[in-house]
C-alpha cells in the first residue's frame, strides 16, 4: 500500500476514501503545518495531498524526501508549489480541475452583484435596524447593459460569462488566446490588457496567479479603467497590487471591489476593510458540499492514477 500524507482534513468520506486506497497520515486537528514540520511527516511517504494553504516554495521541496514522487494539489490552483522545484526533483504536481467550476463561477457572479449592488452596506444597515427606505437609499450599478470584463476566460471565466450574459451583461474578455466561437459564446476578445479594461464596466479577475500575472491589476493598469468600474476578484490574490487598488478606491476611480482571494491570506490588507463599498468573502470559491467532496475525490484519484500507471491527466507540471 502507498503511503500518502494529507496536509489538512477533508470531508469525513473522503478521509474514508483515502484510507481504503492508501495508508494515509490525516491531520486530524486540521492545523496548519509549518514547512519544517511538512517536511518531517513527508518522511517515509510516496506522495502528499496538499491544500493551497501549504507554501511548497522551492526550499520546501528541495527537502522533501526522495520518496515522495507526487504532490496532488487539493485546488485548481497550484501557485502554492514551485514547479520549477518540482520538476527539479522529478516529482509531479497535479490538481482538480472541472469539478470546481460552478461552484466557483457562483461566488464569480455574487462578488459582481455584491460589490456593485452595495451588499456589504445593506447587510450592515439592516442588521442595525434604524435604516430608512427612501428613493435615493443605497443606489447601486445595474448589472443589466454592464459591460462584463472577464479577465482569463477558462473554464471559471466562461462560466461566469454564461451566467452574466443570462443576466444581460455584455461580455468583452482578455485570454492568451482568442477562444472558438462555441467557447467565446458571443464574447468580445481583447488581445491587450488595456483594451479589455478600457471598457470593463466591471471586471470579473479569473486567470491563474503565475509569474505572468503576479500584479497584473496595478497603479498603472487600474487607469484603464472607466472611471467607476467595479473590480472582483475570484482566482487569486497575487494578481492584485492592494496599495494600488485601495488608492484606486479612495479616489473613487474605482467604485466597489468583490474580493473573495487576496494576498498573504488571511490576513488581507486592513486598507479594504476601511471600504464600505468592499464586498468582501473568505475564500469561499468551491466551498459547497458537492464540490469540496469532488475536488478532495478527485485528488485521491490522481494520486492512485500516478502510482498505479506513472502518468495523470490532472498533471500539471
Ligand atoms: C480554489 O481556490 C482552488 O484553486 O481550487
Known amino acids: 500500500m502507498k503511503k500518502i500524507l494529507i496536509t489538512r482534513r477533508l470531508l ?14 490525516l491531520n486530524l486537528n486540521d492545523e496548519l503545518y509549518s514547512q519544517q514540520k511538512l517536511v518531517e511527516l513527508s518522511e517515509g511517504c510516496d506522495g502528499i495531498l496538499s491544500s493551497l494553504t501549504d507554501k511548497l516554495d ?39 480541475p472541472d469539478v470546481l467550476t460552478d461552484a466557483t463561477a457562483e461566488i464569480g457572479i455574487l462578488l459582481i452583484l455584491g460589490a456593485c449592488r452595495r451588499a456589504s452596506e445593506g447587510i450592515e444597515s439592516a442588521r442595525q435596524g434604524g435604516w430608512k427606505w427612501s428613493a435615493d437609499y443605497l443606489i447601486g450599478k ?18 461566469i460569462a454564461k451566467i452574466a450574459k443570462s443576466l444581460g451583461m455584455i461580455i468583452h474578455y482578455h485570454n492568451r488566446s482568442k477562444l472558438s466561437e462555441d467557447k467565446e459564446q458571443g464574447a468580445t476578445y481583447h488581445d491587450n490588457l488595456k483594451s479589455l479594461l478600457s471598457v470593463s464596466d466591471v471586471l470579473s479577475v479569473c486567470c491563474p496567479a503565475s509569474k505572468e500575472t503576479v500584479d497584473m491589476i496595478n497603479k498603472e493598469t487600474l487607469e484603464y479603467l472607466p472611471k467607476g468600474a467595479v473590480v472582483t476578484n475570484v482566482a487569486r490574490g497575487d494578481i492584485i497590487e492592494d496599495e494600488a487598488m485601495i488608492d484606486a478606491l479612495d479616489r473613487r476611480k474605482v467604485y466597489a471591489v468583490g474580493l473573495d482571494v487576496y494576498k498573504n491570506e488571511p490576513n488581507l490588507n486592513p486598507g479594504y476593510l476601511k471600504h464600505k463599498s468592499a464586498f468582501i468573502l473568505p475564500h469561499l470559491g468551491s466551498a459547497t458540499k458537492d464540490t469540496r467532496t469532488a475536488m478532495a ?14 502518468n495523470c491527466k490532472n498533471k500539471v507540471n
Open 297 to 310: 475525490n478527485l485528488a485521491i484519484d490522481n494520486l492512485d492514477e500516478y502510482f498505479k500507471t506513472g
Open 58 to 96: 522551492s526550499e520546501t521541496i528541495n527537502k522533501l524526501p526522495d520518496s515522495i514522487k507526487i504532490i496532488s494539489n487539493f485546488a485548481v490552483g497550484f501557485g502554492n508549489i514551485d514547479l520549477d522545484a518540482a520538476n527539479n526533483r522529478g516529482i509531479a504536481v497535479t490538481n482538480t
Open 12 to 25: 469525513r468520506a473522503c478521509e474514508d476514501k483515502a484510507e481504503g486506497i492508501f495508508e494515509a497520515n
Open 142 to 159: 445595474q448589472l443589466t447593459g454592464s459591460r462584463l470584463g472577464i479577465l482569463g476566460m477558462g473554464r471559471i471565466g466562461q462560466k
